[in-house]
């Protein structure tokens, strides 16, 4: 991205800036592709189908989030848009869907997952767009989890001992909520054993999963974020 550089629209892009915003030639409109910061750009061309608009310059820099995964189990399609959209929005750095013992999830739409994190992102006024990775199983995923990485999971089952973050610290973090059917015992069992794991409760109730996912980003958050 740079200043006389000239971005061509797709046609949802042109529809959206001409059609529902009513914008036209000579129009302003902030840009950003998740890496480079926020640029002005002005509104060159505008027809149906396209546009193009030419880039003026940058108007805030690039502020990418702590390095925090959040790793789920897709559920019904709109509560697992609902996960990505939160996600995106509660600065989470990546995405990853996972299929657990008691996950029913055999497919998701990765297209469409990555498409909910880009609005999320343009709709808090972020400049970074966090990968939705493809599914995946969590036993592989935990098979080659990076040491440097600490992993707090949700888990109801801790609601009566209401095990916190303690005295964690930041750096490399993911956060792990478990499917509509809970970890099975081998899933815990195996979390529980890992060096750089941190078990938590998010109450007294057992919140539905995508609930949950909102509230650990904001335990988080609230606990380790910037
Ligand atoms: N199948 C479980 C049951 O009925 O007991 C409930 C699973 S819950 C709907 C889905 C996920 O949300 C859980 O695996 C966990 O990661 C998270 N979760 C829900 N409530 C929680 C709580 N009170 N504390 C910690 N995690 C919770």
């Known amino acids: 991205m740079g200043a006389g550089q000239s971005v061509d629209l797709t046609r949802d892009q042109a529809h959206y ?41 940058q108007s805030a820099p690039q502020l990418d989030p702590p390095d ?75 098979d080659a989890w990076p040491e440097d990485r600490q992993i707090m999971f949700a888990d109801e089952a801790l609601s009566g001992a209401r095990e916190s973050l303690g005295a964690a610290t930041g750096g490399k973090w993911a956060i792990l909520i478990g499917p509509e059917g809970g970890f099975s015992d081998a899933e815990r069992t195996r979390l529980h054993a890992m060096p750089r794991a941190h078990p938590v409760s998010l109450g007294p109730r057992i919140l539905r999963a995508d609930t949950a996912a909102v509230a650990a980003l904001t335990l988080w958050q609230s606990t380790l974020g910037d």
């Open 17 to 57: 800036l001409f059609a529902v915003m009513r914008l036209g030639p000579g129009a302003r409109v902030a840009l950003f592709n998740g890496q480079a910061g926020e640029w002005t750009a002005e509104v060159a061309v505008a027809g149906k189908r396209g546009g193009r608009l030419a880039v003026l310059g």
């Open 68 to 142: 925090l995964w959040l790793i789920f189990a897709p559920i019904k399609k709109a509560r697992t848009d609902f996960i990505v959209e939160k996600a995106a929005e509660m600065g989470a750095a990546r995405i990853l869907p996972v299929q657990t013992a008691f996950t029913n999830a055999e497919r998701i739409r990765q297209d469409r997952l990555q498409a909910h994190a880009v609005e999320a992102a343009e709709q808090c006024g972020g400049t970074f767009v966090p990968p939705v990775d493809a599914l995946q199983r969590l036993d592989k995923l935990l």
